[in-house]
């Protein structure tokens, strides 16, 4: 039997000159390039200008090279952010020519010009935003090629993954510690259903070395070209992200993470469905496949062209390491990328009406329930909540979420952990000692003490006793409308508490001081941030007649205030002059803290100090019920004044793991970045949405952490409050979720899960349009 591959051309560079001149009337210098069925030649002409010269395998069919040439004008005049090749015209003005081989076969001949770039392959490390720019490209390449169509497409080839089967029948000649691995991957292929894919005429070979980076200065490196349209095939359109999957993840550390990065900037750009994600993976793996099943079957016919084995061991290598993964994790993993809820299959639901009525009979009516007709919601991905009938809506305020709903590297530390063991911190624990140098190392070298707890609460609550046990003094300092928690003595230095409904009001023990808002407040100028901290002082005397200041406590931007950024040198000369009267200053960074503020991963870096104590919750976990403080060695060793200090969950293994993971997401997905940039462009849109419509009164904020002020008159600035309550429930209506804060809610708070993108800050954007107007 000859293969394909035995009856690729076989011209010598003097040939290839010889047709230049001949067909194409150009004078060139030739070198060969490498090519798995065909040849290929790299010519030269004088003037510098590179072409491509491909001679086709004889068995290739003429109408399929005209297909070829055809989607790459179609794609040419698309608005693709790549470049395509131009196709020369031979001598007579036609696209191919038949040129004899010196093994006297008639192939066909093309001219396309060169196109310049690194391959992929060689442009290592493939950072997050080189994958990106991946995903970008082939999504606007799927997304044009769905308009094309051509006869010769529909054929019957080797390397189309619908196809296979043809391959899977070389799985014989490889060892069977081999076939053994790939076997499963193959039977996975069998179950495709693919009625429920989209076909489309697909590239079909986005492989590492098809694949052309270049790099410009402003912006970086990015994927600029995609080249050889020779394995172009009608075929699943989702197969041509998994061909690229498969070389995507040779050689990378956390292959899946790699792809993921490439499918979520696909998903931005021509979306996936359902059915295509769920096979996303089994395809990648497939494309594996039929690159070992082939490969081996091209050595046993042609033992000397090496281009067949070109990935051969880095492909093993990555199947060796697919096989070891749970089947369903990259999907999972894919799911989280595109925003799709990760686990696919639903529990059955109640009635939304009837378990209303059940939650009003069992839970008490002090726990609100959000909207008109509360919301049910059953799934979340990303920055998305799905309700019980499958809707989707924007997530803009959960600030717990911080990393993504649901998000798989979060949970599988949680369910393994989990699964290993979970006990409390009176024995030696790796992940406890680990988790605690990794938060430290985010803080100034002064916090370099750790105590674990399970929420925001218990975090402030811990971090009062810790100030009495160190300043041996009983009041605290706090700023009006301030949250610091729900237990009683967090409920006595919270005025957003105490002095609003059914508060007890202040005690006498409790010293307020006025909220340093520069929109509304009393000094807004320049130096509003002294003015404001003279209140604090001011705090002082009446604290000094009870036996001084124990802590001033703060949160690092004001969220139940309405989202109050802090004046600048704010903290700073608060922090001096209580200090200086012998308190201790807590930032309390449950809300604002994890790379929230974008520019600093801290919100109190933002004003130039070091707090004595930083409080943590919400964030830390990302859901998980977990807190800290970090404090100093000195208060620390105050604190331990004989009393043991003990608390069941406070630092259990699975708290530490989520942690860790919590912490390894920011980094690795770069997030406090995202949160400057996508925040910084959410702030900006918003300030020109400002521009049009008198309603909005202020936008303020810092990074993803943005508040806006609503008002009837901005002269007057009489807070829109009944406004604010109908902009979130119009909202609501528009898929995107929303919340009010403030003392007169009438802030419209923004403080989504801190994967928000461009495209969700422009969704937001236009929804919000379409209310106020
Ligand atoms: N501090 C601040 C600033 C908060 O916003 C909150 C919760 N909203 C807390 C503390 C209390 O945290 P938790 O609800 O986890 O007890």
Redesign the pocket.
């Given at each position: 039997m000859t293969t394909v591959v035995q009856k690729a051309p076989r011209l010598t560079i003097d040939g290839a000159i010889r047709i230049a001149a001949e067909v194409y009337g150009l004078q060139v210098s030739a070198t060969a390039l490498p090519s798995e069925r065909d040849q290929n030649f790299l010519l030269e002409i004088s003037t510098g200008e590179k072409f491509v010269l491909k001679i086709a395998n004889a068995d290739e069919d003429p109408q399929f090279l005209d297909c070829q040439n055809q989607l790459i004008r179609f794609l040419a005049a698309a608005k693709i952010d790549l470049e395509f090749p131009r196709i020369v015209e031979t001598i007579a003005g036609a696209d191919l020519a038949s040129v004899t081989g010196d093994d006297s076969r008639a192939h066909s001949a093309r001219l396309l010009t060169w196109v310049d770039g690194a391959c992929f392959a060689a442009a290592k490390p493939h950072d997050r935003k080189l994958l990106a720019s991946l995903g970008r490209a082939l999504g606007q390449m799927d997304r044009a090629s769905a308009n094309f169509a051509h006869p010769a497409a529909r054929r019957v080839f080797h390397w189309d993954l619908c196809n296979a089967a043809e391959a899977r029948t070389s799985i014989d000649l490889l060892p069977d510690s081999r076939r053994r691995i790939i076997e499963p991957f193959f039977a996975a292929w069998e179950k495709i259903d693919w009625r429920s894919l989209r076909f489309s005429v697909i590239h079909n070979d986005a492989n590492d070395y098809n694949v052309l980076v270049s790099t410009d200065e402003k912006s970086g490196r990015r994927v600029s070209a995609i080249i050889d349209y020779g394995d172009v095939v009608y075929s699943a359109t989702v197969g041509n992200l998994a061909v690229a999957l498969a070389y995507v993840m040779l050689d990378e550390p956390d292959p899946i993470q790699a792809a993921a990065q490439v499918v979520s900037a696909y998903h931005e750009q021509f979306p996936l469905t359902e059915s295509e994600i769920d096979v996303l993976y089994t395809l990648t793996v497939t494309r594996l496949c039929l690159s070992v099943c082939i490969a081996a079957q091209q050595t046993r016919d042609v033992p000397e062209n090496e281009y067949l084995n070109i990935s051969n061991a880095q492909v093993w290598s990555l199947v060796e390491k697919l096989q070891h993964l749970p089947f369903d994790w990259p999907t999972r993993v894919f799911r989280f990328a595109a925003g799709m809820p990760v686990v696919s299959d639903q529990p059955a639901h109640t009635q939304s009406d009837s378990l209303l009525a059940r939650r009003k009979r069992t839970l008490g009516p002090s726990l609100s329930v959000s909207y008109k007709s509360p919301l049910h919601i059953v799934s979340g991905s990303r920055q998305f909540l799905f309700d019980v009938c499958g809707r989707r809506y924007l997530d803009c305020v959960n600030n717990v979420a911080h990393v993504g709903h649901s998000h798989p590297y979060v949970v599988r530390a949680v369910t393994e952990q989990m699964a290993r063991l979970n006990t409390n911190t009176r024995y030696l624990h790796e992940l406890l000692i680990e988790y605690s140098e990794r938060l430290t190392a985010t803080l100034p070298e002064e916090l370099s003490v750790v105590f674990l707890v399970n929420?925001?609460?218990?975090a402030?609550e811990l971090a009062l006793r810790m100030a009495r046990a160190y300043t041996k003094r009983n009041d605290v300092i706090v700023v009006d409308c301030a949250?610091?928690?729900?237990t009683s003595a967090?409920i006595d230095i919270s005025p957003y508490k105490f002095d609003g409904p059914g508060g007890h009001g202040r005690r006498a023990w409790v010293h307020q001081v006025t909220l340093p808002d520069i929109y509304r407040g009393a000094h807004r100028g320049e130096d509003a941030g002294t003015r404001y901290a003279e209140a604090v002082s001011d705090a002082l005397r009446p604290a000094e007649v009870n036996g001084g200041v124990a802590a001033f406590f703060c949160?690092s931007a004001v969220?139940?205030g309405g989202q109050i950024i802090l004046p600048a040198g704010y903290l700073r000369e608060a922090f001096a002059a209580v200090r200086a009267a012998g308190g201790i200053c807590v930032a309390?960074e449950?809300?604002t803290g994890f790379g929230r503020a974008g520019s600093h991963f801290w919100m109190f870096e933002t004003q130039g100090v070091t707090p004595d104590i930083v409080?943590l919750?919400?964030p830390i976990g990302n859901g998980h019920p977990l807190?800290a403080v970090v404090t100093t060695p000195e208060i620390a060793a105050a604190f331990a004044n004989g009393m043991e200090y003990f608390n069941t969950f406070g630092g259990n293994p699975v708290s530490c793991a989520v942690g860790l993971a919590v912490l390894d997401v920011i980094r690795d997905e770069e997030l406090q970045q995202n949160a400057r940039e996508v925040g910084g462009y959410l702030k900006d849109a918003l300030n020109q949405m400002k521009s049009r419509h008198s309603l909005i009164g202020d936008v303020r904020g810092q990074g993803l952490f943005l508040g806006i002020e609503l008002v009837r008159d901005r002269q007057t600035r009489e807070p829109a409050d009944r406004e604010a309550a109908r902009l979130i429930e119009q909202m609501r209506k528009r898929g995107v979720l929303l919340s009010t804060d403030g003392p007169f809610h009438n802030v419209i708070k923004i403080k989504p899960p801190i994967v928000f993108s461009r495209r969700d800050a422009d969704e937001l954007i236009s929804q919000m349009e379409i209310v106020l107007d």
């Open positions: 929420s925001g609460s218990e402030n949250y610091h928690g729900n967090m949160e969220s139940c309390d449950v809300q409080t919750g919400k807190g």
